[in-house]
């Protein structure tokens, strides 16, 4: 799922370029589509071939293009909580995270959505972004991880702040590569909607 993220942060960041879009497309599709199978089978070596080739594309995204604000506000989690995974904090924050921007700048979530193989509903914009979210909850459960919570791992509401202005402070380099430029009080909801 890191993998995944990667691919759709570096999909919208503001420095995306021709080559990481293509190679963010495709391993988003082949994760979409291969992730499932390996965590159901982990001896089904197809799926973990375009597993692997689709984490390599999508780190090779990573540097043409750029993580956004939803890895600082991960990073600044696993800081003050350090047992849990990159990828699960990922995952945890990225319904909350994706929905909020997809409101602010639906355009290019249309294009991911495809990528995951998903209908594209809805007359306007807006709408049609919320097929990523559809996508993103499908993709959560079928790797099993759609009970993953905030509070399981013992965070509390009360560090919200601490986490934002952490995320801010220490990774705020992706803030300024994200397609919506967000202030301190919408990272402080998007990590409040997490819970
Ligand atoms: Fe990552």
Redesign the pocket.
Known sequence: M??F??SVEGYLATVNQPGSDVLALQSISLITENLPKAVDDGNNIEARTALAWASTAAGIV?SLSS?ISH?SM?HALSAYHPDIP??AG?IMLSVSYFSFMASKVPDRFVDIAKAMGEEINGATKEEQAISFIKGLKKLIKNIGMEDLSLSGFGVKEDEIEKLSRNAMDTMGGLFQVDPYKLSLEEVMSIYKNCF
């Open positions: 890191d993998a993220f990667h990573e993580c890895h991960e990159h990828g990922l």
